[in-house]
């Protein structure tokens, strides 16, 4: 069912959500947030908490039990503020790997402490030659008596270096297939561990994290042997539609930046928003911003109800695709609008366009999930049957 | 001099000359995309001045090498592929085209020499917070008071200002007429006392852009180019020559073949990317383009009056997207270590560090971002629609 609707409670959380970041997380904010040594701000997570922001995707009882959709909804916002604070590594990411994964006994430890925001926490999926796709992967976790050994290098672990636990993806002893997917809750302060951490361009902490014979218990491992290749790929998805949500936000403020900015600026004795070339680049802005926000809901609301099916698969390749390529344009677009002020770090145009090139990459890229689209939906399959029914 | 060059001779005098002065480390860095320091551009400039290789639009009796345009193009073809740096030309070509077509005996005498042998850097005091693509509308005001004008205003987006010795400034010296009218060129030693610059760091996170205020900022009649109230014709003649070099078509070569490489090396999900049929169509189209353009730039380049035409705005509208076209692929080309941000290694490289992610990688997405300006500065895309619309509609 295409059609979607926001509830009044939705709707109140996102008013809430944006008055709030216009307060607290104004671009002045923003920027010395980013300029601090910790890249984050502690009060403003305790805000977060108190909010129930990050307790919004936790399940029940330990959290608000949000679903997918509530969680794009909140993104949005944090898009539209290009909010710094880890929400996607800890609670996104981590989140969904404990609630999803998790023994009772971690559930009960872990996703309490990130609700409340006691807890900081990174997801470790990527490496150095695995692309987009997160099930290539070469660390490995060995068997080792009665837990695992886990070697390999992580690559781009965003919120790494103020966690203190990393969800690490891994190959049980090496062994290629879903079935030898794993995921492992290991503690920062880990011997065999390190990381080089570093800032990212858009001005988030990440890190490149080694594992060098890193000892863990067979507890650590989320989730029954066997059943790491649908967790990771639950985990995958829950960040997915997060990055499609602040993708969402960020493109409506981006254009909203440059509404405003024509309506302002004078030159040739009058306004820009006078010049119908321009006029018309704004409207064409606004169109991709639509439809933009209006697959990225259907595809967030298409995990919410059916995360496992080839509906939501289709559905979220479709919009990480146009996010890519119609993000891209509406940033792009909006630091050419205004001109050589938004080439610099001073104003806030030119942070749109770098925390796109990040979400675009995050989860695979528009070119990644063009033809992973191509590949899923049966109409545009050679040996598909024309117009088939159901599909 | 001989009408008809042998070009394939000259070519090969310029490779002989690239192999035996170029300093590879200087080269290597150029070509992967580095930003070289101060110290480099100048050494090679000094090369160049040496061999005589310089100030290709002078008049030989100023040192101009002699050249036909198309040696002209030939030279800056071979040095771009070889990574030869590509030097500050606000002094070169801006400043002395203005020294030639206006400026006094002494004013050649004093800037010309210095100027080419590269021993002074010029920025240009042009664009203000308020005057942008409407450069007529600019405002920094300077008052006539006996041999000397007296500056009180700022300037911005003045790129290396805070390493030059010498700026073009461009100021109002009538408010009452026409915006057009009032305009002035003064040539600023930038020692001048009353110059305060502040550094604007850009989406790089480097800093080559800059705001200048100058409060009181005397500077002698004598450094004023041409007649006061004159400067406008003066800037159109000087604006007009910046387009041809700022459509880059010596960048695009050099962008496209550092592509290439590293689209054979780097993996995506299983294969090299070259082998990815949308990068590698991508890839194409630029391809096809650039070298539509290049032929487009052969043809005018022995045309001064199509120079400074509407082909001159073809030619730097194209041009700079196509830059932008395969910065964006190159930064695209590095997956998620577009993330990682290492200002540092802009400059210098990883040296002994272990790169993180290819090496590649470090430079090219703030490099994408920084360059968004090309479409903006040297005339936005706009004005060049602007000027093309109206050749076209007449």
């Known amino acids: 069912m295409l059609r979607i609707e926001t509830t009044d409670e939705q709707n109140l959380m996102v008013d809430t959500a944006h008055r709030y970041l216009r307060e607290r997380y104004s671009f002045d904010a923003r920027q010395k947030v980013l300029a601090s040594a910790a890249g984050r701000d502690d009060r403003v997570w305790k805000d977060f908490a108190e909010m129930g922001w990050l307790s919004l995707p936790i399940p029940e009882p330990h959290g608000a039990g949000g679903n997918l959709f509530d969680l794009a909804l909140l993104m949005e916002t944090f898009g539209a503020a290009l909010v710094v604070e880890p929400y996607l590594p800890t609670v996104v990411l981590a989140g969904t790997a404990l609630s999803a994964g998790g023994s009772e006994a971690q559930k009960a430890e872990f996703l309490p402490a990130i609700a409340e925001g006691r807890a900081r926490m990174a997801v470790a999926f990527a490496e150095r030659h695995s692309g987009y796709d997160h099930f290539d992967i070469e660390t490995v976790a060995a068997r080792d008596g009665g837990g695992y050994r886990i070697t390999g290098a992580k690559s781009v672990v965003l919120g790494a270096p103020d966690a203190d636990h990393l969800v690490v993806t891994a190959r049980l002893d090496g062994r290629p297939g879903r079935d030898a997917v794993a995921l492992f809750l290991v503690p920062r302060q880990c011997p065999g561990l390190a990381m080089r951490d570093y800032v990212t361009i858009d001005g988030r902490r990440a890190a490149e994290v080694h594992l060098a014979d890193v000892a863990v218990p067979e507890a650590a491992r989320l989730g029954e042997e066997g059943g790491g290749a649908d967790l990771l790929d639950r985990v995958v998805l829950s960040g997915t539609v997060a990055v499609l949500g602040e993708t969402a936000g960020l493109a409506e403020a981006a254009v909203r930046l440059t509404a405003d900015y024509l309506n302002t600026r004078e030159q040739f004795d009058r306004k820009l928003s006078s010049f119908q070339a321009l006029q018309h680049r704004v409207a064409h802005l606004f169109v991709l911003k639509e439809e933009l926000r209006a697959i990225c809901r259907f595809a967030a609301r298409s995990a919410a109800v059916d995360p496992d099916g080839e509906g939501t698969r289709e559905a979220i390749s479709a919009a990480k695709a146009l996010a890519g390529e119609s993000g891209r344009k509406i940033c792009e677009e909006t630091v050419q609008l205004h001109g050589a002020i938004a080439i610099t770090d001073e104003y806030v145009a030119g942070h749109y366009l770098k925390r796109m090139v990040a979400l675009d990459h995050l989860f695979g890229n528009a070119s990644h999930h063009f033809d992973r689209f191509v590949d899923i939906v049966r109409d545009l399959r050679p040996d598909g049957a024309a117009g088939a029914a159901g599909s | ?394």
Request: proline share 5%; with cysteine; glycine share 8%.
């Open chain 2, 1 to 394: 001099m001989s009408a008809e060059v042998d070009l394939d001779a000259f070519r090969q005098e310029v490779r002989e000359f690239l192999a035996e002065r170029l300093p590879p480390r200087t080269a290597e860095r150029a070509l992967a995309g580095y930003y070289l320091s101060r110290d480099e551009m100048l050494d090679w400039h000094r090369t160049l001045a040496d061999r005589g290789w310089i100030g290709f639009n002078w008049p030989e009796e100023h040192g101009g090498p002699g050249w036909t345009p198309l040696q002209r193009y030939v030279f800056e073809d071979e040095c771009a592929r070889a990574g030869a740096p590509i030097i500050n030309t606000v002094g070169l070509n801006q400043v002395a085209s203005l020294l030639f077509a206006f400026g006094t005996e002494e004013q050649k005498r004093q800037h010309l020499p210095p100027i080419r042998q590269g021993s002074v850097m010029w920025c240009q005091g042009i664009s203000e917070t308020q005057s942008g693509s409407d450069l007529a509308s600019l405002r920094c005001p300077a008052v006539r008071d006996g041999d000397e004008y007296v500056v009180n205003g700022s300037k911005i987006w003045t790129s290396g200002a805070h390493i030059s010795e010498w700026c073009i400034l461009v100021v109002r010296t009538d408010s009452s007429g026409r915006k057009h009218d009032g305009i002035t060129i003064l040539l600023l030693d930038m020692k001048t006392p009353g110059i305060t610059i502040r550094p604007i760091v850009g989406l790089d996170g480097m800093h080559s852009l800059n705001e200048m205020f100058l409060d009181d900022v005397r500077v002698p009649v004598a450094n004023r180019i041409g007649e006061e109230n004159e400067g406008w014709r003066m800037m159109r003649v000087y604006l007009g020559n910046e387009r041809i070099s700022a459509a880059g078509i010596w960048k695009l070569k050099v962008h496209f073949s550092r592509l290439c490489s590293l689209a054979r090396k780097e993996v995506r999900n299983g294969r090299p990317l070259i082998e990815n049929r949308r990068f590698r169509d991508d890839m194409a189209r630029t391809l096809i383009r650039m070298r539509a353009l290049e032929v487009l730039l052969l043809d005018i380049i022995d045309k001064p009056e199509k120079a400074t035409g509407v082909e001159a705005s073809v030619l730097k509208l194209r041009g700079t997207e196509l830059q932008q076209d395969l910065l964006r692929m190159l930064s695209d080309a590095a997956g998620y270590y577009a993330l990682p941000f290492f200002p540092d290694t802009m400059k210098d490289g990883w040296g002994d560090q272990d790169p993180v992610g290819p090496e590649f990688a470090a430079p090219s997405t703030p490099n994408y971002l920084f360059w968004r300006k090309a479409t903006i500065s040297a005339g936005s895309s706009e004005i060049m629609l602007n000027l093309i619309a109206r050749n076209v509609l007449g």
